[in-house]
C-alpha cells in the first residue's frame, strides 16, 4: 500500500473505532470536514500540520495514523495455544500478546494432580480462580482450599504449590500481575 492508501484506511478505523463521524473529527482536530474525507478518500497530499492535529484529536501518533491499519480483532483458536503439561497437570497461556510481568493461564489437574508454584518477581501478586472441581494452594506456610468461584490472592513471590486433592479433574485461572510500585 502507499502512504495515501494507508492513511485513508488508518483513519477510516480509527474514526470509526471510536465512534466518531467527521464532522466530529473537523471539530475535535480543527481540521476542515471537506480535508478529512480527501484525507479518506487516499487522494490527499496532507502537510506535516494537519496530521499532527489529526493524529493529537485521535490520540495516536502520525507514525501510527500513515502506517497499515491494525487489526481490530484476531481469533487465536486452541490448536495455536501451547499447552504446557507435565504429571496431570495442564498450563495453557490465555494471553498470547506479551504483555511484560502479567501472566495469565488456564490451569487443568487431573484427579490427585499437584505441580509446585514458580515464585514470581519481587512484589507479584496473584489472583487464582477456581472454575471447577476443587483446588489447594499452599503458600508462606499456609494452606487454602477453593472450589467454584472462589479467588484467592496472594503473594507470587513466594514459594507455593496447586494440587487437586479430589477424583474429578479441576480447572483454574491464575493471574500474575507485577508490583504496583
Known sequence: MTAAANLSATLRQLRDVRGLTQARLSALSGVPRPTLATLESGSANPTLSVLVKVADAL???????????????RLYRAAELPVRSRGGVHLRQLVPDAIPGVQVERFA??????????????????????ESGTLE??????????????????RGDQRHGYRNPTDTAAVAYSVVLPSRT
Open 137 to 154: 494452594l499452599r503458600a508462606g506456610g499456609q494452606h487454602w482450599t477453593l472450589g467454584p468461584g472462589d479467588v484467592l490472592v496472594f
Open 109 to 130: 489437574l487431573d484427579a490427585r494432580a499437584s505441580t509446585p508454584g514458580v515464585p514470581h518477581k519481587p512484589g507479584t501478586r496473584e489472583y487464582l480462580c477456581c
Open 59 to 73: 490520540q495516536v501518533s502520525v507514525e501510527e495514523l500513515i502506517s497499515p491499519p491494525r487489526e481490530t480483532a
